[in-house]
């Protein structure tokens, strides 16, 4: 789904965090096309981060592997972009599927908000907001400071949310990316999603500027037990 891609000008880089199968084997037959760093496993968090400091272009997405792309997501992600620099992440709806490409069945469809306005808040209160389904501007993420290599779950929820502490994101309305959902995803275990979600909104809340004053957002943390610990706020 990369290598077919309609933008003209990509630089791939897969980081192959221990695979145990033909993965590197198969990226490398792709030529100069596909830049292959093998490491042993340590995580997804570590994995991105190698990729991230490795990469060069103006913008950088991140794709696990099972998950698939439409042919035109970055030529479609860029282009406002390269129309706004001040711009920092454009985003798209997404669907999430199980089985092969020719006979998924679709799952849900998820036609994500517009988060233009007050994007730090709606991020931490949603906590659905990935970064498969997101283009960053390269020098945007300086702000940011890679993913938590301590976190085994919800580190992209943690990084979204550093993110957009101080960063612009667009939406572009289509749905051109699409999620992999297997019977033993991680996504599945909703126990241990909340969990680890929960943890991550209460190491962000106390740099939640205006807490008190923002009533709604305020009110909906407390619902969720994520700021029993910032009553003196």
């Not at 205006?210 to 305020?218: A, C, H, I, N």
Request: glycine share 6%.
């Amino acid at each position: 789904c990369v290598l077919g891609q309609t933008h003209p000008n990509l630089e791939i880089v897969l980081v192959d965090d221990g695979s145990t199968d033909a993965t590197a084997a198969i990226a490398r037959a792709a030529g100069e096309r596909v830049r292959v760093l093998s490491q042993e496993n340590r995580g997804v968090s570590y994995a991105r981060n190698v990729g991230l400091e490795s990469c060069s272009g103006d913008f950088v997405h991140f794709l696990d592997a099972d998950d698939l792309l439409a042919p035109n997501f970055y030529e479609l992600l860029a282009a406002p972009l390269v129309a706004d620099p001040s711009l920092d992440a454009t985003y798209c709806s997404e669907e999430c599927f199980e089985g092969d490409w020719q006979t998924r069945k679709v799952l849900w469809r998820s036609d994500k908000a517009a988060y233009e306005a007050g994007l730090y808040s709606e991020v931490l209160l949603s906590s659905n907001l990935g970064v498969i389904n997101v283009l960053y501007r390269l020098s945007s993420l300086a702000f940011v400071g890679g993913f938590d290599v301590t976190l085994r779950t919800s580190e992209d929820y943690d990084f979204q949310l550093r993110f957009a502490r101080f960063c612009r994101m667009q939406r572009v309305s289509e749905a051109v990316y699409y999620y992999r959902c297997h019977p033993v995803s991680a996504t599945r275990d909703y126990a241990t999603i909340y969990r680890s979600r929960l943890m991550v909104a209460k190491r962000h809340v106390s740099a939640f500027e205006g807490m008190k004053s923002r009533r709604r957002e305020w009110k909906e943390l407390r619902r969720r037990g994520a700021v029993e610990a910032c009553g003196a706020m």
